[in-house]
């Protein structure tokens, strides 16, 4: 089978095709059939080496297909069943992929694989921080930092359909015409606007309740000066680069604020929480709440290149590769 995998780390051109035996899943597994891959932040850092992992390694935590075939065990699926994942093991950077029978949810009727492969973990992200991390609540101000990108758009949608007043950055004009499309109230450009200022004018001086930021080193100052009293830094990527360490002085200088630093993977730990993740986001996809909008689509054996556009900010919504 064709599969993409990291020799070591580094940059996108670490990146290698190679043909690797179909495996055979173990007790308690199941083999999937990839229909599409979702390309995420978290496969660049593993790459680089940001977040280790053992090298060689084939990449990729996300994907959808159908059952193939399952192992000694198994209870949750059958062969035939359509199914997606988020949150590994890696290794979703290849035709087939075992994965443990827990991490592994039903596609619904009326979810495509292609949609589903493109929302698990960059919607699953943003259920658990809109409702779990800091529950957003009917007319909260919420700023959401990279709004045109896959968990910012989705993000802009939920938020604006739990009843936030939501503010977007984005980094150029197009995407900002994107994030307004998505119901951002307020729509910022970062590169050309001071943010926090924007904030304190849009808000009145009051500030926002929470700022989702998933961009890191460069949006972190911003992020913590647009915040109003007792309100939540949720740093949740490093798209930047790692948010910076501060003191905890610099907090309560600031209102007494709250800074988080979450996973996707400590908020669906067990597979009940999974499957409410993926409940809860399923529900909001079907019901036209959120679209999952596919920006951009490339051939498996072309990772390389989709790493590339990815990590130079190239990429509108969502990305994936096709087997």
């Not at 849009?202 to 109003?228: C, K, P, Q, W």
């Not at 009293?229 to 790692?242: E, I, K, Q, T, W």
């Amino acid at each position: 089978m064709l599969a993409i995998q990291a020799t070591r780390t580094g940059g996108p051109e670490v990146l290698e095709a190679v043909d690797l035996p179909v495996p055979t899943p173990d007790a308690g597994q199941i083999l999937i059939r990839h229909e599409a891959i979702g390309l995420n932040f978290i496969d660049t850092y593993q790459r680089s080496g940001l977040y280790p992992v053992p090298m060689p390694c084939v990449l990729g935590l996300e994907g959808a297909g159908v059952v193939e075939a399952i192992g000694e065990g198994v209870t949750r699926f059958a062969a035939g069943d359509r199914v997606a994942y988020a949150n590994g093991p890696p290794g979703a950077y290849a035709e087939y992929h075992c994965v443990p029978e827990g991490r592994v949810v039903r596609i619904p009727e009326g979810v495509d694989s292609q949609t589903a492969a493109a929302a698990m973990l960059k919607g699953m992200t943003a259920e658990f921080l809109l409702r779990r991390c800091y529950p957003v609540k009917q007319g909260d101000a919420v700023l959401i930092h990279a709004a045109a990108g896959g968990v910012g758009s989705i993000l802009t949608q939920w938020a604006k359909a739990l009843g936030a007043t939501v503010i977007a950055t984005v980094g150029s004009a197009d995407k900002a015409g994107l994030a307004r499309a998505n119901g951002a109230n307020e729509v910022i450009l970062y590169r050309d606007e001071d943010v926090a200022a924007r904030v304190t004018a849009i808000t009145g001086g009051g500030g926002v309740r929470v700022v989702y930021d998933g961009v890191g080193a460069a949006t972190f100052e911003a992020s913590l000066n647009s915040l109003g009293r007792r309100g939540m830094l949720v740093s949740y990527g490093n798209a930047s680069g790692p948010a910076p360490a501060i003191a905890p002085l610099r907090l309560s200088r600031g209102g007494s604020l709250f800074l988080t630093r979450p996973t996707l993977f400590d908020y669906v730990a067990t597979t009940q929480e999974l499957d409410e993740s993926a409940g809860a986001l399923f529900e909001v996809i079907r019901s036209g709440a959120v679209k999952i909008a596919i920006g951009q689509t490339f051939p498996l054996a072309r990772a390389r290149q989709a790493h590339e556009a990815l990590e130079a900010r190239e990429t509108t919504g969502s990305t994936l590769l096709i087997p």
